[in-house]
């Protein structure tokens, strides 16, 4: 068997996601390394025998104290928006993933499907089964229907017409 070649080999030096951690991580060190520098050149002003009226002290104090301060500060935030957008993301790929296994479960149900099928097929429960089922039917992926015993089912026409893509036509043509 031969070595995959070196273009295909993979490294955690090109994954993404470990580099944004490395960044994101960065970004803290560095907002605390730059708020610890700010701290002690503070302390150092204090401690001073410098006029801390005067003009030129102020100006000092501005450059030594609140420059690595606000440099704190933008890092930090930075690491926090980031924080914030990996969680998203994560959050959106959790429902994308979800949403393509009720597909898949409504492509092997003839396009109809119940809470309880899902939640029993997921292991979840079916109150947030029907959370997902609601939701793709606000999004107009599903159709609420309901049977004589009051069962509420739910139907995806495109999964249930799909055999109908051979016969398929140019929008024009139709």
């Known amino acids: 068997m031969e070595p995959a070649?070196?273009?295909?080999?993979?490294?955690?030096?090109d994954d993404p996601l470990t580099d944004t951690?490395?960044?994101t991580m960065s970004r803290i060190g560095g907002a605390i390394a730059l708020g610890v520098l700010a701290l002690i050149m503070f302390i150092g002003f204090l401690n001073s025998s410098a006029a801390l009226a005067a003009p030129a002290t102020i100006g000092a104090l501005l450059l030594t104290v609140g420059l690595p301060?606000?440099?704190?500060?933008?890092?930090?935030?930075g690491h926090y928006a980031e924080r914030a957008r990996l969680r998203s993301r994560k959050e959106q790929l959790r429902r994308q993933g979800?949403?393509?296994?009720?597909?898949?479960?409504?492509?092997?149900?003839g396009g109809r499907l119940a809470a309880v099928e899902?939640?029993?097929?997921?292991?979840?429960?079916?109150?947030?089964?029907?959370e997902w089922l609601d939701a793709m039917a606000l999004r107009?992926?599903?159709?609420v229907q309901i049977t004589e015993d009051g069962v509420l089912v739910y139907s995806f026409y495109d999964v249930r017409y799909l055999g109908g893509k051979e016969s398929a036509k140019d929008v024009l043509d139709a």
Do not use: F, K, M
């Open 5 to 13: 070649p070196a273009s295909h080999v993979v490294s955690s030096y």
């Open 21 to 23: 951690l490395d960044l």
């Open 69 to 77: 301060a606000a440099g704190a500060i933008l890092l930090a935030r």
């Open 98 to 109: 979800t949403e393509a296994e009720i597909l898949r479960l409504a492509r092997d149900h």
């Open 118 to 130: 899902v939640a029993i097929e997921l292991g979840t429960s079916p109150e947030e089964a029907r």
């Open 140 to 143: 107009d992926q599903a159709e």
